[in-house]
């Protein structure tokens, strides 16, 4: 049974496999068609073609793009160009965004006296910092066991360092995956709440939905593969594995049906 699972993160955001091991983990799990989706970044892309290719997966490009309307309103980006100058203009302004986000959280923990200074997150220059960097230091200095109890106590919404996210515009994360080429696809649905428009999002350029997503329950799932034949949206799959350590450590997939899959499968390569 060949897998699809197009929702993944490496190193280059906040995963924990470099992009290498990210492949070697597909194949593992059975996955045939796959994608890497970093958080506003593509940089993982020269490193995780070349293993790909070797692994004999079949893949497409992917980067998934944070907006500021909603903690988890996220844009994927499918069939973008990873070399795009204009795209990757954007993303490190959007990377930038999320620097300035990070650094007033990382001030609240220090009106907490718990000290971290910005050097101190393991994310080198070139790649995206998150909140998951700030949790992963927290617990190398055991004052939290996890990344959940992390943004349980300090990080998520309501916690005592939180910050709301400063992402771009939903308009302006699917007009950055459209002029670089892409198809803009809402992730993880589930998770975005009554502020989902779908309607007003495909006017905007949105092309897909992630309908099916392991926090979907089956009745879930159905809905939204019925609301984006409403819209005249294709679906997408993916487990958005971050890797060991992060409580999303299963790489899995969703079993390949060409009735649900066929339209993303034309950026496939």
């Not at 190193?11 to 992009?19: E, W």
């Not at 589930?190 to 989902?196: D, L, P, S, Y």
């Given at each position: 049974?060949?897998?699809?699972?197009?929702?993944?993160?490496s190193?280059?955001?906040?995963?924990?496999?470099?992009?290498a091991?990210?492949?070697?983990?597909?194949?593992?799990?059975?996955?045939?068609?796959?994608?890497?989706?970093?958080?506003?970044?593509?940089?993982?892309?020269?490193e995780?073609?070349?293993?790909?290719?070797e692994?004999?997966?079949?893949?497409?490009?992917?980067?998934?793009?944070?907006?500021?309307?909603?903690?988890?309103l996220?844009?994927?980006?499918?069939?973008?160009?990873?070399?795009?100058?204009?795209?990757?203009?954007?993303?490190?302004?959007?990377?930038?965004?999320?620097v300035?986000?990070i650094?007033?959280?990382?001030?609240?923990?220090?009106?907490?006296?718990?000290?971290?200074?910005?050097?101190?997150?393991?994310?080198?220059?070139?790649?995206?910092?998150?909140?998951?960097?700030?949790?992963?230091?927290?617990?190398?200095?055991?004052?939290?066991?996890n990344?959940?109890?992390a943004?349980?106590?300090?990080?998520?919404?309501g916690?005592?360092?939180?910050?709301?996210?400063?992402?771009?515009?939903v308009?302006?994360?699917i007009?950055?995956?459209?002029?670089?080429?892409?198809?803009?696809?809402?992730?993880?649905?589930?998770?975005?709440?009554?502020?989902?428009d779908?309607?007003?999002?495909?006017?905007?350029?949105?092309a897909?939905?992630?309908?099916?997503?392991?926090?979907?329950?089956?009745?879930?799932?159905?809905?939204?593969?019925?609301?984006?034949?409403?819209?005249?949206?294709?679906?997408?799959?993916g487990?958005?594995?971050?890797?060991?350590?992060?409580?999303?450590?299963?790489?899995?997939?969703?079993?390949?049906?060409?009735?649900?899959?066929?339209?993303?499968?034309?950026?496939?390569?």
């Open positions: 049974m060949a897998l699809i699972n197009l929702h993944t993160h190193t280059y955001s906040d995963g924990t496999l470099a992009p091991e990210l492949a070697r983990a597909a194949v593992k799990a059975g996955v045939k068609y796959f994608s890497l989706t970093d958080h506003d970044g593509t940089g993982g892309w020269g995780m073609e070349p293993a790909l290719k692994a004999g997966l079949t893949y497409c490009y992917g980067v998934e793009l944070s907006t500021g309307l909603h903690e988890n996220h844009i994927l980006g499918y069939g973008v160009n990873p070399a795009d100058p204009a795209l990757n203009a954007r993303l490190a302004e959007f990377r930038g965004r999320r300035v986000r650094k007033k959280i990382l001030e609240l923990l220090r009106g907490l006296g718990i000290e971290i200074a910005f050097e101190d997150l393991p994310v080198p220059g070139n790649r995206t910092v998150g909140r998951p960097q700030v949790a992963d230091v927290l617990r190398a200095r055991k004052v939290v066991s990344r959940s109890q943004f349980k106590r300090y990080l998520g919404p916690a005592a360092a939180y910050v709301a996210p400063n992402g771009p515009p308009e302006e994360a007009r950055a995956v459209t002029d670089a080429g892409g198809k803009a696809v809402l992730a993880h649905p589930g998770a975005v709440g009554k502020v989902i779908l309607g007003a999002w495909k006017d905007m350029g949105l897909g939905i992630e309908a099916f997503y392991p926090a979907h329950t089956g009745a879930a799932t159905r809905e939204f593969v019925a609301l984006a034949a409403r819209h005249g949206l294709f679906v997408t799959a487990t958005d594995f971050h890797g060991p350590g992060t409580e999303r450590g299963d790489m899995g997939g969703f079993e390949y049906q060409e009735e649900y899959f066929s339209e993303i499968r034309k950026l496939f390569i």
